[in-house]
């Protein structure tokens, strides 16, 4: 089944919505009012429900959400029903800790391998996964992985992406503090891991 | 001037419009249309007219937004007009990947102190910064600081956020993969940095 015209903020929360459904799924419950999972994520109820209007509504008046089926529902919109493996590219600070990361596998994703161009990291395990050399990036078609995390510096985001798409990459999640320009067939998603402090002011009281 | 009853969803992204505007500045751009805007930051731009129409709106129609003038006045809504300094606690990976990161200064953050538990990394310097003990946190009201970072292991999330608390700190931004408990008072944003990815197979091609 396809789903058409889904707003691209309705798809931005929809794994803010998944997340609390794990979360309170870990703490035993089985159903979740659109109250209560809006406190919870900090979105307005009817934005949740009209979210959910995309996909024929998930709840039952009164009664809330199913957990578990709202869930499962959620993951397969987001084509998150089959675990995705993914590489990364740059294993310093930030690269480090996003392989040490352990939030990915929540959402289904195995990190299955990563690279540096550093010659004393190659060979090194983090979390299990070894460093290869960032010439090896040309074998991910062959293996099957098609998504990438890049976490390099600025100046060699764009040619990291570059030799990401040689190799068959078609969703790429950067870090780097730039703009990556790629063909339209291709999805970026840029981070910055500013961008949350920034509205933190305005959240907090004047002293 | 206070503005009211403005949705969370629009604060959310007066932070990504403000980024674009001093990525277009940069660029030696003085007007941008908010057609550009929105193909720049992945918005509609009915949404971006809405957004700023919270705050009487901005453009002038067929003429476009006024770069400088417009990035002034979101900083001032958001309270990014003076710079504010804030602490880091956690200087793991993932703090020493905060601590060099350049965007935080683009926003008006000046990462002023950094903490942590661990006898070998204090008195350390990262990107100028000196870790100081754990224990110096109860300086930070002495210090102007009431903006924290929390980049600690998931376990000691809620006892940092505590201390940080009894220092006077007023909105904090949570990188541990958990929920921080704190009087309303207090802001919390929590950033799950997993979160991104779970929404890229969505767009990217079925193989």
Do not use: H
């Not at 998150?80 to 493996?85: I, Q, S, T």
């Not at 990915?104 to 161009?117: H, T």
């Not at 990459?169 to 291709?186: A, D, M, Q």
């Amino acid at each position: 089944m396809r789903y058409r015209k889904i707003p691209s903020e309705t798809i931005r929360r929809l794994p803010i919505y998944l997340r609390a459904l794990m979360f309170s799924k870990d703490l035993g419950k089985e159903r979740i009012s659109s109250r209560d999972l809006a406190e919870f994520v900090g979105v307005n109820s009817w934005q949740i429900r009209k979210d959910f209007s995309y996909f024929g509504g998930f709840g039952t008046p009164g009664v809330g959400y199913n957990i578990e089926k709202l869930s499962v529902q959620i993951k397969r919109i987001l084509k998150l029903d089959v675990v995705k493996r993914a590489a990364l590219v740059g294993v310093g600070n930030l690269g480090s800790a996003v392989l040490a990361y352990p939030g990915f596998k929540m959402f289904g994703f195995n990190i299955a391998a990563a690279f540096d161009n550093n010659p004393k990291k190659i060979g090194r395990k983090i979390n299990n996964i070894a460093i290869e050399n960032i010439s090896k990036i040309s074998t991910l078609k062959k293996r099957g992985i098609n998504i990438a995390i890049i976490t390099v510096p600025r100046d060699a985001a764009q040619s990291t992406a570059e030799a990401l798409l040689k190799a068959g990459v078609k969703g790429i999640l950067n870090f780097s503090p730039c703009y990556i320009t790629v063909p339209r067939k291709v999805k970026v998603i840029t981070i910055d891991i500013a961008m949350d402090l920034a509205r933190l002011p305005y959240y907090m009281p004047a002293c």
